[in-house]
């Protein structure tokens, strides 16, 4: 018997028995099983067949279980079997013990697959519109032991968080920098630019990068998200005059505002479009590369992490966020 007290897991020691008084062990379950099943023929020929096994067979198992027992369990005759009181008890207490224990092997199995624990996931709030929704509805969804939270966090928190274990995955735009994780891409999406509906660019099914540099663009904050802000300033690099940007006085304002004076651009991904103010509207930019979203997750990765990727990676073929 192991030693008094409290183990890790909080279970309490003096119920865990190794060996059985007299030094017997617990009998194997499945000597267990055919017993119950002759319990309830009380005919080793007919037992036999429904197990599908030699009746012989089923014979030898009954000998050493009831050996393994240390007592009868039958009484055996020509015409009969009957269950001694030894076996009556033992077919009435079984089967509860045995579904116990069935249970265990499924939720050690559903462990080991993904499907039990607790995930928390850290997203960008440009991630949040859409892409972050559709993965934890797709993880909760037929998975009742998995219990999921998702938090908007600040771009550059989201690695250095999946990296020391803070949270289990992040979402976030583009290649973001940071060590001691795997980044997987999640989606590819057009970029664009937002703006009024009333805009004079709004009449065009496509903007040039050029035309759009006319007028004031407006680029998130770098210390919001580097990664994205190099990309979309990027796209204007070559272009003369340099075009006149400017970030907003609010980090990330829902109404969007600052696009409502008809002259203003916003560089964006397609995947602002799911969550657009009325009287705002999107065009492509015309060759412009697109924007990424990816699925970080730490380099050591679990079979929860495991799970995340297979379900993110029939997402997004389900939803075509990759090009094939």
């Known amino acids: 018997m192991c030693d008094r007290g409290k183990d890790r897991f909080g279970i309490d020691s003096e119920r865990i028995v190794i060996n059985r008084p007299g030094g017997r062990v617990a009998a194997d379950t499945v000597s267990l099983r055919y017993f119950l099943v002759l319990a309830q023929e009380l005919n080793f020929t007919r037992a036999a067949a429904r197990i599908g096994i030699a009746q012989p067979a089923?014979?030898?198992r009954m000998r050493r279980l009831e050996a393994e027992l240390g007592t009868a369990?039958?009484?055996?005759?020509?015409?009969?079997?009957v269950l001694t009181t030894a076996g009556a008890a033992l077919a009435e207490s079984a089967p509860p013990a045995l579904a116990a224990l069935d249970r265990a092997w499924d939720t050690a199995r559903s462990a080991a697959a993904g499907e039990l624990g607790r995930l928390r996931i850290g997203y960008s709030l440009s991630a949040g519109a859409e892409t972050a929704p559709a993965l934890v509805d797709r993880l909760i969804r037929g998975n009742s032991g998995l219990e999921v939270g998702a938090v908007p966090m600040a771009t550059p928190e989201i690695t250095p968080a999946v990296a020391d274990g803070r949270i289990d995955a992040g979402i976030t735009r583009g290649e973001q920098p940071g060590r001691g994780v795997r980044r997987f891409l999640l989606r590819r999406a057009r970029v664009g630019v937002q703006l009024a509906q009333h805009h004079p660019l709004a009449e065009h099914p496509e903007i040039e990068i050029a035309d759009a540099a006319a007028y004031p663009l407006r680029l998130p904050d770098r210390a919001a998200n580097p990664a994205i802000h190099d990309q979309l300033s990027g796209l204007f690099r070559d272009i003369r005059p340099h075009p006149r940007f400017h970030t907003p006085a609010v980090s990330f304002d829902v109404s969007q505002r600052d696009l409502r004076d008809g002259v203003t651009l916003?560089?964006?991904?397609?995947?602002?479009?799911t969550a657009q103010p009325a009287g705002l509207t999107w065009r492509p930019l015309r060759g412009a590369p697109s924007m990424t979203i990816h699925l970080v997750l730490p380099r050591e990765q679990s079979p929860l992490h495991l799970r995340i990727?297979?379900?993110a990676r029939a997402l997004a073929h389900e939803l075509h966020w990759l090009p094939d």
């Open 73 to 81: 369990l039958l009484v055996r005759s020509t015409r009969s079997v």
């Open 58 to 60: 089923l014979s030898a």
């Open 266 to 273: 916003a560089p964006a991904g397609e995947v602002a479009v």
């Open 309 to 311: 990727r297979a379900v």
